[in-house]
């Protein structure tokens, strides 16, 4: 992928209208305790970028990297105000929560360079009428004018016993009836009277139970999972022990979370200055790491625990573009600042199967647009494997690792020129089950190497370096982290902080299996 230039003259205007009654505010605690407020809306649509550059290269199999995001909202992520009848649902209000359009969000995720995007509104009491009626017609529309996107229907659904996650139904001729049918069963608050049992860990499991045994099963990812968190290592809404339970009803369906949640312009007031009442990401308890959220940061902590299980569970990073942060909001428009980048034909299952398997890495601010990661047993006969793949090798083989990385030139749309520093190659044990269901470390996690300019060969935007694990004893899985900045792990983000100064990628894992 190459970069693309910004274009900062692009808006989207708002009118403020009344906040909700308290009545009312478990139905729109949509954003980490916030009241939402019902907001109309006034577009200015923009035109397309000019895009520069050449697309990358084929891996041979037809698959390129894929550029996305899967947690994007639009005027139908609604605001809602009582009803006339007391005893009657509140009434929704249009752009409540996000004043933009799904066409105007689909045209800008291909003016920042998305391949693909999935439409994302959360609801509440009878929500799913919306979706059917409202949103499904806008997804027809955005598909219309720009052809060149691919665009899922999705949902943010109000997790039962959890805080919030994608749906992503795969495109077919019935995605429409199955998010609906999916929102109608499962949404915590979709019912009215709202009904304390939508709103239970097991309902969870009985949703990924269903949405397994579908003819076209969805992917699901957990948002932002530890937004509501009150410390490092000690969790909120959602939970170690419940992301297990999701995983092990249906590991092809919960297949991972966010690594780098959206809300990253916070600390930005709408002239770019520092915002100080604001946390990165939204995350007002417990900050996030280099623009990550702590389950994803931490060597050895949560997810490295997962992985020590041998799970198969990944990290994305998103937008969750409600309002532009030069509109008084705290988003980036889609792939602005956060690209999950797919290794996928151009197709929409094959995107959703590279979502599923792992062939996945993200980054922010643009750092890098590629990740070849090619591991390899240096015996003969040994086939190799790519990120979310494994390799099979023999006790006491030495297993070789290649890595090519491209760092883009130009400038962002930060309107910085950020280059690799440094890249880590981070190795982990697969021991088993975890000791507890609510384990999130992994003490056998550690930075296996360091590498900086010195260690690789850059030709052009191109880093390629190689490097060789001598006599593997024991299963275990590697994964690559880098950075533009100087930190060796990454810091506390603090109110204010700018984050185009602060990027990092992070590639999802190959498995090592020893036999």
């Given amino acids: 992928m190459i970069r693309y230039r910004h274009t900062p003259d692009v808006r989207t205007g708002s009118a403020p209208g009344a906040r909700l009654t308290p009545a009312l505010r478990n139905l729109a605690m949509l954003r980490n ?4 407020a019902a907001l109309g809306s006034a577009l200015v649509a923009p035109a397309l970028a000019h895009e520069t550059g050449a697309p990358h290269a084929s891996h041979g199999d037809g698959r390129t990297w894929l550029a996305g995001d899967h947690h994007v909202h639009s005027q139908f992520s609604v605001g809602w105000k009582p009803g006339s009848d007391p005893a009657a649902p509140p009434e929704p209000v249009i752009g409540g929560d996000s004043s933009n359009t799904i066409p105007t969000n689909a045209r800008m995720a291909r003016k920042f360079g998305l391949s693909w995007m999935a439409a994302t509104d959360h609801g509440g009491p009878n929500h799913s009428r919306i979706s059917r009626d409202l949103a499904y017609p806008e997804i027809l529309r955005a ?37 609906v049918d999916l929102e109608r069963r499962f949404d915590k608050y979709e019912a009215w009277p709202l009904d304390p049992a939508r709103d ?14 579908l003819p076209r099963p969805p992917v699901v990812i957990a948002h932002h999972a530890s937004r509501s968190a009150p410390a490092m290592g000690t969790y909120g809404q959602t939970a170690p022990a419940e992301l297990r339970d999701w995983n092990d009803a249906a590991p092809s369906v919960a297949v991972g979370m966010e690594g780098a949640p959206g809300h990253q312009a916070a600390g930005l007031n709408p002239d770019g200055s520092p915002r100080l009442s604001q946390a990165r990401g939204a995350y007002r308890q417990h900050p996030t790491y280099g623009g990550y959220d ?45 690209k999950t980048h797919v290794l996928a034909r151009k197709t929409p299952d094959d995107i959703l199967e590279g979502l599923r398997n792992g062939r996945v890495f993200v980054t922010t601010g643009d750092l890098v647009s590629s990740v070849d990661l090619e591991v390899r047993p240096v015996a003969r006969g040994g086939a190799p494997a790519g990120i979310g793949g494994e390799v099979t090798v023999s006790k006491g083989q030495d297993v070789r690792i290649t890595l090519r990385v491209r760092d883009p030139s130009g400038e962002n749309f930060g309107g910085r020129s950020p280059e690799v520093k440094r890249i880590d190659l981070i190795r982990g044990d697969l021991t088993g ?69 602060d990027l990092w990628f992070y590639a999802n894992p190959v498995f090592i299996k020893v036999r």
């Fill in 143 to 179: 598909r219309g004018e720009t052809p060149d996107l691919i665009l899922f229907f999705g949902l943010e659904l109000n997790t039962p016993g959890a805080d919030h996650s994608s749906i992503i139904v795969p495109k077919s001729p019935s995605e429409r009836d199955d998010l």
């Fill in 433 to 501: 089950p975890a000791p507890s269901r609510s384990a999130d470390v992994n003490p056998t996690t550690r930075v296996e190497r360091r590498f900086t300019a010195a260690d690789w060969v850059r030709e052009g935007e191109v880093i390629t370096l190689t490097t060789t694990l001598r006599n593997v004893q024991a299963s275990g899985y590697i994964r690559l982290r880098g950075t533009g900045t100087e930190e060796a792990e990454p810091a506390m983000d603090v109110p204010g902080e700018n984050p185009w100064d």
């Fill in 294 to 338: 702590q389950m994803t940061a931490r060597v050895g902590g949560f997810w490295d625990s997962m992985l020590g299980e041998g799970r198969r569970w990944w990290i994305t990073a998103t937008s969750d573009s409600h309002r532009h942060y030069t509109d008084g909001g705290i988003d980036f428009w889609p792939g602005e600042y956060a």
């Fill in 200 to 213: 239970q860990e097991d309902r969870m499991v009985e949703a990924l139970t269903y949405m397994k045994g």
């Fill in 33 to 36: 305790g916030l009241l939402l």
